[in-house]
């Protein structure tokens, strides 16, 4: 039977939504200190603005701020021919040395043929765009990445219509510094209508030391370690990204500068596996304000992090598709979670979705179908949207002042291993709401 919370304990906008829990405890809820607000990041506003506000808090992303450079102009273009053990080049900018091909000048390059055991290099000290367009290229290496833009201004990656593109680096690097497939040590926009496939070897399938856009393109990763990584921010506008990955599928690390470390899915279809690590980890906020997210991660939780979605910060859900199976938590924050429109939907081993401050759903649908605990959080505030939560062993609803016996209890219990927290002995599902 599903309990039913007492009218008083509704807010006057209960008529706006909707809310359904099963658990073996179905409501736990404490009154939070009232220090605890929510993060400026995550400040109520109108329907599915909430990605865009915390967007606001955070650097641009290069892509943003870069004007097309020549709107109506097709760029010229140097063309470069990959010949097996070599390639051949027409015009300035470009130099080749047996296997290896260094881009030494911005510029645009179109690059088509295949280079067995050998390298692109992009070295350019001036401050222009490097533009590469992949025209069918299949390169591999033995000794490293193949893919290496080692110095420029700003980089971009073009996957010309109808090709398809083929990466494949070393399981070894013969020297420090890349750790990628395709690594790059500026801003990197990926785009175009044609596909790109990545094997990451050594660690990961592309990475960036700063930020990353993704506008484009089928992209299908698989990487020892992290999937697609941008230190800065990684920022996926449209496509198609599919990734396995040993470690997390999506990464942004940067967590020395409070406005960078974000992942943003702005559009497109995203679909993220991790057998080792998180879905997508960012040090600062997960956002999505649109598009189709698909996260899953198998490994063990005992073992690793192996959360859906993890935010420094905070995650936010303002529009689009988002779908999570995690033997962690399936979504985590260490300061906030919003959702204000899109549909969110969770199957987890742990918390369907908690956060250390405030859970805030005002728009759009939560679903919970699985967890070990539905919502926790300091505070959950429901003002609008549907919400479901589902739990096998705890409770659906978890709202606990930090230092009470229940946050404690659920300390103890994430340090548990999964086979541990199946054997707890549960209460009857749809016994009467309880406060701590």
């Known amino acids: ?52 506000a915390a967007r606001a808090h955070n650097r641009p992303d290069h892509d943003s701020r870069r004007p097309d450079e020549h709107p109506g102009r097709r760029p010229v273009e140097r063309q470069i021919r990959l010949t097996g053990g070599s390639a051949r080049a027409a015009g300035p900018g470009v130099a080749v040395a047996s296997a290896t091909v260094t881009i030494g000048s911005p510029g645009t390059y179109r690059i088509s043929g295949r280079l067995t055991d050998g390298q692109i290099v992009v070295d350019s000290p001036d401050a222009g765009l490097v533009r590469l367009v992949l025209a069918g290229v299949d390169i591999s290496s033995s000794t490293g990445a193949p893919l290496v833009i080692a110095a420029a201004g700003a980089a971009e990656v073009v996957l010309a219509p109808g090709s398809a593109n083929v990466l494949t680096d070393a399981t070894t690097y013969a020297v420090d510094g890349p750790n990628a497939a395709l690594f790059s040590a500026a801003d990197l926009t990926i785009g175009g209508s044609g596909s790109l496939t990545v094997t990451g070897n050594f660690e990961d399938g592309i990475a960036s030391k700063d930020g990353l856009v993704i506008d484009g393109g089928t992209i299908a990763v698989q990487a020892v370690d992290d999937g697609v990584r941008g230190k800065d921010y990684l920022v996926v506008n449209g ?18 500068d409070v406005t960078a470390g974000y992942i943003a899915v702005n559009g497109g279809t995203v679909q993220a596996t991790s057998t080792g690590g998180d879905g997508l980890s960012a040090a600062t906020d997960v956002l999505v304000d649109g598009g189709s997210l698909a996260v899953g991660t198998t490994g063990a939780a005992a073992d690793a992090s192996t959360k859906g979605l993890k935010a420094g910060t905070s995650v936010v859900v303002s529009d689009g598709t988002v779908t999570v199976d995690a033997t962690d938590d399936g979504v985590n924050s260490n300061d906030t979670v919003t959702v204000d429109g899109g549909s969110l939907t969770v199957a987890s081993g742990d918390d369907g979705i908690h956060a250390d401050g405030v859970v805030a759903v005002s728009a759009g649908s939560v679903a919970v179908n699985r967890s070990y605990e539905g919502i926790e959080g300091l505070k959950i505030l429901v003002s609008g949207g549907t919400v479901r939560a589902v739990s096998q062993t705890d409770d659906a609803f978890n709202a606990t002042e930090e230092g009470s016996a229940r946050w404690n209890r659920r300390r103890t219990r994430s340090s548990r291993s999964p086979a541990a927290r199946s054997s707890s002995t549960a209460a009857p599902t749809g016994s009467t709401p309880t406060a701590p």
């Open 1 to 52: 039977m599903t309990p039913k919370i007492p009218r008083a304990a509704l807010p006057a906008a209960a008529a706006a939504f909707a809310i359904t829990l099963a658990g073996a405890s179905a409501v736990a809820m404490a009154a939070a200190p009232p220090t605890a607000v929510a993060s400026p990041r995550a400040a109520a506003g109108a329907p599915g603005t909430a990605a865009a």
């Open 239 to 256: 496509g198609t990204l599919a990734v396995t990955a040993g470690g997390d599928a999506l990464r942004s690390d940067n967590d020395t």
